[in-house]
């Protein structure tokens, strides 16, 4: 196509394809599967879109393509008009489109900046970059290791960074609140924002011990000082930790539940035998201190456990096992997820009851103690017509078929 005379004063790149038919429109759409179309009502309105995408074409190359329809010369107006677009109807007279796998995807209508446009080329479904968020205006983005070390030599102010992954979701729940600090904090203090997800900040993650995201670095003249771990934070909160930077307080141990005030009886591998011969009726709960679900249980199994103790005609007792320290025992009733509640009458083991985990269900059951519900069969037990494939012959079944669509689950 014939490009007029400024394009070439442009240094455009042969990378931005100019399109004026509509057959090689489709055969655009068919053969490419990420496309950033620039439409224009004229050359001249495209001047400064093309020198910005010429950029972004070099930036994207191989994995995005940069088209240009200029709707004002008069084979590409029929085009424009087949694909009722009129960039006349936009105030700079220029409109970006992106297509998608051979059909149309969105509007673009985020920054129009090179790292902006990079960005959604890269990933067209992504959330925007931060720094296109106008209530992120004072957040100092940084977006290489060289202005970090820049910012951290001449900034005099101190100096609160956050490392962060776009997709992390406490940093995004944190964002609102660390922007509005930076703007409130302007001037006395200074808040910045780096995206060190990708390989390339390696380094910068060991230098700052960045094990997760977000890390947040404390700096004073250019020297790291404390991490800030308060990822609830609210503006003020941020505020009012600046006043007195310092090093976060080391958490207390959590005490064992074994040392907590409570009527549950917890037993050792030293013990556990004689206890279970003394007891007639007992149910244990085997556990870990990390483990979640056994925390929200806890409350429930020491209210059972006091309603039993005072009860005149108890139906048995309560006790828990810490199983990531009496590790015979879990080893010998094959205890393999937290918690498991297992049953004992007369010193022998008789039931593992997965469904008791509320004070009612277990008083309840414990009066009239009979066998649990058969658990649900496995999903490959079940009559359906999905194919289960095992690993010894995984590979040989896939090659029997042309097409396999695979779901790797957990039960």
Known sequence: AFLPAFVYSLKLSPLIEKISDHKDFKKLLRTRNNI???????????????????SVAQEVKGRGTISWIDCGDTESRKLCKKMKVDPNSKEKGVELLHYKDGAFHTEYNRAVTLKSVVAFLKDPEGAPLWEEDPEAKDVVHVDSEKELRRLLKKEDKPLLMMFYAPWCGVCK???????????????????????????????????????????????????????????????????????????????????????????????????????????????????????????????????????????SDSPGVLAA?????????AERYHISGFPT????????????????????????????????????PAWEEKQTSVIHLAGEDFRESLKKKKHTLVMFYAP
């Not at 179309?37 to 020198?51: C, N």
């Not at 539940?257 to 085997?286: G, P, Q, R």
């Not at 004992?344 to 269900?361: A, C």
Request: net charge negative; glycine share 4%; with cysteine.
């Open 36 to 54: 950033l179309v620039l439409y224009s009502k004229s050359a001249a309105a495209a001047e400064s879109s093309l020198r910005l995408l010429s």
């Open 173 to 311: 729940r944190m964002m609102p609140s660390y922007q509005q600090a930076a703007t409130e904090l302007k001037g006395k203090y200074v808040l910045a924002g780096m995206n060190v997800y990708s390989a390339e900040f390696e380094r910068i993650k060991e230098e700052y011990n960045v094990r997760g995201y977000p890390t947040i670095c404390y700096f004073e003249k250019g020297k790291f000082l404390f991490h800030f771990e308060n990822y609830g934070a609210t503006a003020a909160d941020i505020a009012e930790w600046l006043k007195n930077p310092q090093a976060p307080q080391p958490q207390a141990p959590e005490t064992p539940w074994a040392d907590e005030e409570n009527v549950v009886y917890h037993l050792t591998d030293e013990d556990f035998d004689k206890f279970i011969k003394d007891h007639s009726s007992v149910l244990v709960m085997f556990h870990a201190p990390w483990c979640g679900h056994c925390k929200k249980m806890k409350p429930e199994y020491e209210k059972a456990a006091e309603f039993l103790h005072v009860a």
């Open 321 to 329: 096992v810490d199983a990531t320290v009496n590790k015979a025992l």
């Open 341 to 376: 509640l297992k049953y004992f009458k007369d010193g022998e083991e008789k039931y593992t009851l997965p469904h008791l985990r509320t004070k009612k269900k277990i008083i309840d059951w414990l009066q009239n103690p009979e066998a649990p519900p058969p658990p649900e």
